[in-house]
């Protein structure tokens, strides 16, 4: 019985020897990837790299996008590509909306980061700021950072994505003395003939339209006044339409004159193909110059694809498709610096001349205007846009 008892003790000792010995195993590179959380992660390499990014984004399988229009900048065509080059459905969410509507709907679905919650956001600049400091949006720095030029936040908690001019789109079926300026637009022909392309209480684009008349009527950059003047004006002799003009009511002839970025009225223009025939106006007295930011959202349901997403638009190839939409992208003097801008893309831009002249407020200056024009468009106008 001794010499059992000694015999267990040995093996037991030996046991215990040998597996103090066995040295740990090695993470595989799978379960390296699974570590990553991609909602905390800033770059691709602090990520682990490109191939990383891929594999978790076509894990997740699928990306919210929000208040993306097909014909806008030509993200129907950016949605398709991506979705077939990765594998990746893309949700397009509420395509008919304005910035505010952006960062309300992440915070309506901070918890629940279900289908109805955006992984990402391309919002108005008065946004951005407003966005960051609300603690909706996450910091991620693209690969291309270095070379985008124009306004980004620091951390990269947002950043320019494309520019464009404001212009007046006219159908001239319905239209047949173009109006060429502002002034223009007071004269009593107008009449129920003039819209907004959003309802200035909630879309950048629609704010910047009150912002570029403010200009055109003794304004300034910090006073806006005589914008919300000029369109309580258009509305008072009836020439101001209650209605959003899209792209349904503009080809209807149901919104003649609409204040629009250059870019979708060139959209417009080609999409109608002559039915209706469309003017494109760059207003004489101010060339109003307006840009957009990219975030992701700090409530993404699918990080690591918001994360592509981002790298997709500002590669040479996402470029090339935005410039395919009229649009003036982030990255252009770095991809004309390198020659890799086909002639037929470089003539869709605006001319140069209209670009290096327009006026471009900042971001405290638009998120100024944007507050005014929220609270004051009611008292001044009074005019319900929908």
């Known amino acids: 019985m001794q010499k059992l008892r000694t015999f267990v003790l040995v093996m037991m000792t030996a046991i215990m020897v040998l597996t103090a010995c066995t040295p740990a195993a090695t993470p595989t590179a799978e379960t390296a990837e699974e570590m990553v959380d991609w909602a905390t992660v800033t770059s691709v390499e602090a990520g682990g790299g490109m191939d990383a990014l891929i594999a978790a984004a076509k894990a997740e399988g699928e990306l919210n996008v929000i208040t993306?229009?097909?014909?806008?900048?030509?993200?129907?065509?950016?949605?398709?590509?991506?979705?077939?080059?990765?594998g990746i459905k893309v949700n397009s969410l509420l395509p008919d909306g304005?910035?505010?509507?952006?960062?309300?709907?992440?915070?309506?679905?901070?918890?629940?980061?279900?289908?109805?919650?955006?992984?990402?956001?391309?919002?108005?600049?008065?946004?951005?700021?407003?966005?960051?400091?609300?603690?909706?949006?996450?910091?991620?720095?693209?690969?291309?950072?270095?070379?985008?030029?124009?306004?980004?936040?620091?951390?990269g908690y947002y950043f320019v994505d494309y520019n464009g001019v404001m212009v007046f789109e006219v159908n001239t079926d319905v239209v047949t003395d173009v109006p060429q300026d502002w002034a223009d637009l007071l004269d009593p022909k107008y009449k129920g003939q003039i819209a907004i392309a959003g309802d200035p209480r909630a879309s950048n684009q629609a704010a910047q339209s009150v912002y570029a008349a403010a200009l055109a009527n003794g304004g300034d950059?910090?006073?806006?006044?005589?914008?919300?003047?000029?369109?309580?004006?258009?509305?008072?002799?009836?020439?101001?339409?209650?209605?959003i003009?899209?792209?349904?009511?503009?080809?209807?002839?149901?919104?003649?004159i609409t204040f629009q970025w250059n870019y979708l009225a060139a959209a417009n223009k080609?999409?109608?193909?002559?039915?209706?025939?469309?003017?494109?106006?760059?207003?004489?007295s101010v060339n109003w110059g307006g840009y957009y930011y990219q975030g992701i959202s700090a409530y993404a349901p699918h990080p690591a694809a918001?994360?592509?997403?981002?790298?997709?638009?500002?590669?040479?190839?996402?470029?090339?498709?935005?410039?395919?939409?009229?649009?003036?992208?982030?990255?252009?003097?770095?991809?004309?610096?390198?020659?890799?801008?086909?002639?037929?893309?470089?003539?869709?831009?605006?001319?140069?001349?209209?670009?290096?002249?327009s006026v471009v407020p900042s971001g405290d200056q638009l998120s100024a205007a944007r507050e005014l024009i929220k609270n004051e468009w009611d008292n001044v106008v009074g005019l319900d846009i929908k």
């Open 270 to 284: 080609d999409n109608f193909a002559g039915n209706p025939n469309i003017e494109i106006v760059y207003p004489k």
């Open 221 to 243: 950059l910090d006073n806006i006044q005589p914008g919300l003047e000029f369109f309580k004006q258009l509305n008072e002799i009836g020439n101001l339409l209650p209605l």
């Open 306 to 357: 918001a994360r592509l997403w981002e790298e997709f638009l500002y590669s040479d190839e996402g470029h090339l498709i935005w410039m395919a939409g009229y649009c003036a992208p982030a990255r252009l003097a770095d991809m004309l610096d390198r020659g890799v801008v086909p002639a037929d893309l470089q003539a869709k831009l605006p001319d140069p001349a209209i670009i290096a002249s």
């Open 68 to 86: 993306l229009p097909n014909d806008w900048c030509n993200y129907g065509v950016m949605m398709e590509t991506f979705s077939t080059k990765y």
């Open 98 to 155: 304005g910035s505010a509507d952006e960062l309300q709907a992440i915070i309506d679905n901070k918890e629940s980061r279900g289908p109805q919650a955006p992984d990402v956001v391309d919002i108005g600049p008065a946004y951005g700021p407003l966005a960051k400091e609300q603690g909706l949006l996450a910091p991620y720095k693209v690969a291309t950072w270095d070379t985008i030029e124009g306004s980004k936040d620091p951390d």
């Open 245 to 256: 003009a899209d792209s349904g009511p503009i080809a209807k002839g149901e919104t003649p």
